[in-house]
């Protein structure tokens, strides 16, 4: 089975967003800062208030690996791990589908799709965009 998110306040938006078929991005309250992984403060105005906005779901392959070893359970040999930089700025770690990865590149257009890995856990994966 594949490890679980972790739970917490500051992210639980993010998760609930997830199963709404969301991609969320925190957003202070405070100056419009958007961030990415979800944290209790504002890296720029020090503010704690923050609300969520919905992301478009479009962006660009970051950067990205391949691990090999070790095996983990719940992720199938030649997945791709990839660094995804979202249309509105922030970035988010998640796995590409639909694409052999010896084709990945950076820069590459993808948008973002749900993805139930089994009955209890549903993840944001990343597709490449084709014209
Ligand atoms: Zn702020």
Redesign the pocket.
């Known amino acids: 089975m594949r490890p679980r998110p972790g739970d917490h306040r500051d992210n639980r938006f993010f998760w609930e967003g997830v199963r709404r078929g969301e991609l969320l991005i925190q957003r ?1 309250a ?2 419009g ?1 958007l961030r990415h992984p979800p944290s209790p403060m ?1 890296p ?2 020090r ?1 704690l208030a923050a609300d969520a906005v919905k992301a478009s779901g479009r962006g660009t392959v970051y950067s990205y690996c391949r691990p090999h070893e070790p095996r983990l359970p719940g992720f199938d040999p030649g997945y791709v791990v990839a660094l995804v930089e979202l249309a509105e700025g922030t970035r988010l770690v998640t796995n590409l589908i639909g694409i052999d990865p010896a084709e990945v590149r950076i820069g590459l257009p993808v948008a973002v799709e749900f993805v139930a890995v089994d009955p209890d856990l549903t993840l944001p994966m990343f597709r490449p965009l084709r014209d």
């Open positions: 202070c405070e100056c800062r504002c720029s105005c503010s």
